[in-house]
């Protein structure tokens, strides 16, 4: 399973960006996918998960209402539409997938020890 992320960049703050991850290599599709971001110093944390199947979404507090997890089951893509950035969401985000055949259940604890399989990561700034 391979997950490439893309869309990070620099951006002021109050400013949006939207990451994308694309997923190949397996025939069952993972039954959750989530955002992970991790700053210098600090412990990689959960931003956002989905249910794949119905579309199902999980925020961490310090991002709701400002970001929004999105997929496209067709092409096996999640986005991650981050709206009023602020200097604290500056980090690497990470994509992240359960093992295919593994149940949903835990994919709302934002836990980065429930996911099997994680992408390079895509660098956000925001100044």
């Known amino acids: 399973v391979q997950l490439v992320e893309s869309g990070g960049g620099s951006v002021q703050a109050g400013g949006s960006l939207r990451l994308s991850c694309a997923a190949s290599?397996?025939?069952?599709?993972?039954?959750?996918m989530g955002w992970f971001r991790q700053a210098p110093g600090k412990e990689r944390e959960g931003v956002a998960t989905?249910?794949?199947?119905?579309?199902?979404?999980r925020y961490a507090d310090s991002v709701k209402g400002r970001f929004t997890m999105s997929q496209d089951n067709a092409e096996n893509v999640v986005y991650l539409e981050m709206n009023s950035l602020k200097t604290e969401d500056t980090a690497m985000y990470y994509c992240?997938?359960?093992?295919?055949?593994?149940?949903?259940?835990?994919?709302?604890?934002?836990?980065?020890?429930?996911?099997?399989?994680w992408g390079q990561g895509t660098q956000v700034t925001v100044s």
């Open positions: 989905i249910r794949t199947g119905g579309g199902i979404t």
């Open positions: 992240a997938a359960f093992r295919p055949g593994i149940s949903w259940l835990g994919c709302g604890r934002l836990a980065p020890a429930e996911f099997d399989y």
């Open positions: 290599g397996y025939t069952d599709r993972s039954s959750c």
